[in-house]
C-alpha cells in the first residue's frame, strides 16, 4: 500500500506557525499549485492546498520560506472525524508534509545569509 503526494507550487502567503499545549511544534503553509490543463476560457486554474507541517520540519520552514517561494512537498493524506452539533460526522482529508524541497530561494533565506556572513 503506498499513501504518497508530490505537490509543486508557490507559497500563497507566509507559514503560520503554533506551538501546542504539548510543546510540539506546528506550521502551516498554502501552496498554491496550477493545473496541468486548461479550463473552458483558455486559462489555467489553481488550486490552494493548506499542508500541515511538524516539528524540524516546522521550524525549517518557518525561517526559510516566505510568500512566493517555489516549493515541491512530498506528503501523505491523513484522515479524521468531526462530529457536528447536529449529530452528522465529517471526514475530513489532511495533507502531511513529510519532506520539503525548495525550487526557488527565498528573501527570508537570502536574508538570514546575509546575517549570517556579516556576524563573521
Known sequence: MLNQVILIGRLAQDPESRILEDGRKVCYINLAVQRSFKNVDGQYDTDFIRITVWEGLATAI?????????????????????????????TMLEVIAERITY??????????????SSEK
Open 103 to 116: 525550487l526557488t530561494s527565498s528573501t527570508k533565506a537570502e536574508l538570514r545569509s546575509d546575517e549570517e
Open 62 to 90: 518557518e525561517n526559510y520560506a516566505s510568500k512566493g517561494v517555489m516549493l515541491a512537498v512530498k506528503a501523505r493524506i491523513q484522515t479524521w472525524k468531526y462530529e457536528l452539533p447536529d449529530d452528522r460526522k465529517l
